[in-house]
């Protein structure tokens, strides 16, 4: 295996890891909750190593959560197609942000992720088109806080693993 | 020589720009096509539906990984332990296993099954030929679809529609199937619709669900409605989509909106499908 392709091995093998964290079943008050890893993860490569990640990742990863989680199919890969878009076009901005900062960035893009999962697309609620209710919101505020919280240990988790054993 | 994507050229100095591009917005926005015509699959066709069951196929031996972190973490706390403390807990156990020797150590866990199993047996009261028994495999944690995806045997005859039943009620029903599992729709689910009977007024409605740990709806019914307070209701069998007569869940809440033409009657659904590791699944005659 030369480099190159054990460096993309080991990078898919963290979102591998964070994906199948993602789908272990929590009891329901801490499932609508749990920060997502599968995304923080996504995002800090985009940020590390930008190009070594990109597209094929985001929607690869994407589809999958959908077809796990049984959210409509796509969306999750428009999601993350446009976080990793935006992580890549501002990623010196955003590296060279002190860690608060940053956590303060991923608590408003959570928010944002959160919300537009609640858009009504099958049109089940006929009077709105969003399911967003005062608990969802909740929900999605301490999803958004949880994440932001949970990235300056997920950086450094990975930074430490990229030093240690990807070999640019 | 270093890849060409690595740098640029700068057109001014002709001097390499050590920067990495990002993406290209082009292949952004045909990726994005890409995700729109699934999404557009999906609400028309119920793309998802037809291939995750399959997925979930292919995924099957990486679902017993998905429990290696917890198990992991359990026996992770022996590394803290002294080795006094070890010893003494090893002597302990040398004790106790001498207790053990005659009795199977697995026996409480597979009475306490078969108890389960038992009681789901027991609660069984139509068609007894109906009936087949699922594992629950896993719960995804999407707050206003959630799916329940269960383990079925091969040569199962489950179908489209069948419904899902505990000792204690109506979970939901079978929305797809493949060869080793299927998709439950749950009550909880958005989507979901149950016709229901109340058991004092005996009033048909019919319940949506409205999300995981929230409380479902009664739609439209009138504001002369007698519906009471902790009042049980049950499938109606109308439509035959589900068995006449199995607990759904009670009235917790029932609200007269002054700018609303209906009340506003909210059922509490009998327990979290979490709590459950089988289902019965009963086929519709």
Known sequence: MNRESKNQFLIYLTLCLS?????????????????????????????????????AAALLFGTLIDLLEGSLLGLHGTLFLLITYMCQRFFYQFRVSGLWQQSIII????????????????????SQTNLSDVLYFTHSLLFALFSALLWSPVLLILRYYRRRWIKI | MMPKREYKVSYISSEAIFAVPAMKPSKVILAMLL??????????????????????????????????????????????????????ELDEFRIENKKLRVTNQFLEKVSKENEELNRLWSSARLNLNNYSLVKKRTISSNEFQPLL??????????????????????????IASSKYSAEVMLLHDVRSFVPVISEKSKLHANIKGGGLGRSGKLQYVKKTAAYELGEKVYSSGIADTFPEGVYVGEIVSIKDLSDSEFLEVEISFLQSPLNQDFYFVYENE
């Open chain 2, 35 to 88: 995700c729109f015509t699934l999404m557009l699959s999906d609400i028309y066709f119920g793309a998802s539906s037809k291939i995750r069951t399959y997925a979930h196929d292919v995924f099957m031996p990486l679902s017993a990984l998905v429990n290696l972190p917890l198990n992991l973490i359990s026996k992770s706390g022996d590394v803290f332990k002294t080795r006094y403390t070890l010893r003494k």
């Open chain 2, 149 to 174: 995806i269960v383990d079925i045997s091969s040569d199962s005859s489950i179908d489209l529609n069948d419904s899902l039943i505990t000792d204690k009620g109506l979970i939901g029903r079978v």
């Open chain 1, 107 to 126: 608590f408003f893009l959570c928010i944002l992720y959160k919300q537009i999962l609640a858009l009504d697309l099958l049109n089940v609620n006929e």
């Open chain 1, 19 to 55: 994906l199948l964290l993602d789908v272990y079943v929590f009891p329901v008050s801490f499932m609508a909750i749990k920060p997502s890893l599968v995304l923080l993860a996504l995002i800090y490569w985009n940020m590390a190593l930008p190009d070594r990640v990109g597209i």
